[in-house]
């Protein structure tokens, strides 16, 4: 089992940046995959951005230029840096982490708002 903490969300301007962190409770390395997803109201949730154990990094189209993600290993920390953020970026962001079994686990989620 992994347990995921996710800190940093809040509330800022159009425009600004926010930077996430996802803490795991065991070493990130053996994780097969680990991404950021995230659910605006109304809305189901979506992939934002995942990063391979190997360090390969995917995102949604919404968010390629702005959004960066990136681990520390020695950390056990996934982050997420969320530059030039918009209002349609606001929702509940939520960590997971991915085993090679095909098992995965969810954060509690943090909140993000942006305002206009």
């Known amino acids: 089992q992994v347990q995921l903490v996710e800190s940093g969300g809040g509330l800022v301007q159009a425009g600004g940046s926010l930077r996430l962190s996802c803490a795991a409770s065991?070493?990130?390395?053996?994780?097969?995959?680990m991404g950021w997803y995230r659910q605006a109201p109304g809305k189901e949730r979506e992939l934002v951005a995942t990063?391979?154990?190997?360090?390969?990094?995917n995102y949604a189209d919404s968010v390629k230029g702005r959004f960066t993600i990136s681990r520390d290993i020695a950390k056990d920390t996934v982050y997420l840096q969320m530059n030039s953020l918009k209002p349609e970026d606001t929702a509940v962001y939520y960590c997971?982490?991915?085993?090679?079994?095909?098992?995965?686990?969810w954060g509690k989620g943090t909140p993000v708002t942006v305002s206009s």
């Open positions: 997971r982490s991915e085993l090679a079994t095909g098992v995965y686990f």
């Open positions: 990063i391979t154990r190997g360090g390969n990094t």
């Open positions: 065991r070493n990130i390395f053996s994780i097969n995959a």
